[in-house]
């Protein structure tokens, strides 16, 4: 069982930027592919990243446009994605979810597959 604890939301202005983490709890991360999601209440989960287990492939939603930056530390059990040029369409619910590297990260990455889920971390974009 691997618990995922998201952090590092908050309100800020369009344009700002915020480091979002995903802490793991135990070094069993290393064997996951971790994968970032985005929540609207009324809308679909949005994909936004993945990472494979060694962090050797990253792939990003073409509409994130290279404002969002995935990255993995290992040895602190951490997955981190950095949003830069933040949007008021970025608000949302952000989590982290874990797969098996077995499942592998691809372009064509989707929520299917991710068995560990974080409670979220709330993202705001406002002036």
């Known amino acids: 069982q691997l618990q995922l604890v998201e952090s590092g939301g908050g309100s800020v202005q369009p344009g700002g930027s915020l480091r979002l983490s995903c802490t793991a709890s135990?070094?069993?991360?290393?064997?996951?592919?971790v994968g970032w999601f985005r929540e609207v209440p009324g809308n679909r989960r949005e994909r936004l990243s993945c990472i494979s287990s060694r962090g050797r492939n990253r792939y990003y939603d073409e509409s994130l446009e290279g404002r969002f930056t995935v990255s993995r530390d290992n040895t602190k059990y951490i997955v981190y994605l950095q949003l830069t040029d933040l949007k008021p369409e970025d608000t949302g619910e952000y989590f982290c979810?874990?797969?098996?590297?077995?499942?592998?990260?691809?372009?064509?990455?989707?929520?299917?597959?991710?068995?560990?889920w974080g409670r979220g971390t709330q993202v705001t974009i406002s002036s």
């Open positions: 135990s070094r069993a991360l290393s064997d996951y592919v």
């Open positions: 979810a874990a797969a098996h590297k077995t499942l592998g990260c691809s372009a064509q990455f989707s929520d299917y597959g991710y068995e560990f």
